[in-house]
């Protein structure tokens, strides 16, 4: 499975962003993940899908602002981010992981693959 995350860009405090993430292979089977990482920092977990969209895990920091979805026939994930906020500025990774449910993506912040990355970059 390859990734390829797209969508990020240069937004004001506030602001909104739709983040994709295509996938190269079939990933029906796969729970499907954002991660981010800022200047400095570890990455960290943001957000969770499970195989078919109906279990979903949100950061505290982002729970009630972002969205994550998926089209298995389109092999793509989406992350819809809104009320952005400058210290959200960081590049953004999408992933998939075989545990299809999800839990070792948000409890370990692991993934078997890894897309290269969107910088996003939020303006104050």
């Known amino acids: 499975v390859q990734l390829q995350a797209s969508g990020g860009g240069l937004v004001q405090a506030g602001g909104s962003l739709r983040l994709s993430c295509a996938a190269s292979g079939r990933i029906r089977t796969y729970a499907m993940g954002w991660f981010r990482q800022a200047p400095g920092k570890e990455r960290e977990f943001v957000a969770a899908i499970n195989w078919s969209g109906g279990l979903k895990y949100y950061s505290d920091s982002v729970k009630g602002r972002f969205t994550i979805s998926r089209d298995n026939a389109k092999n793509t994930a989406y992350l819809e981010m809104n009320s952005l906020k400058p210290e959200e500025t960081a590049v953004y990774y999408c992933?998939?992981?075989?545990?299809?449910?999800?839990?070792?993506?948000?409890?370990?912040?692991?993934?078997?693959?890894w897309g290269q990355g969107t910088q996003v970059t939020v303006s104050s």
């Open positions: 992933a998939a992981d075989g545990d299809g449910l999800g839990q070792s993506m948000r409890r370990f912040a692991r993934a078997d693959y």
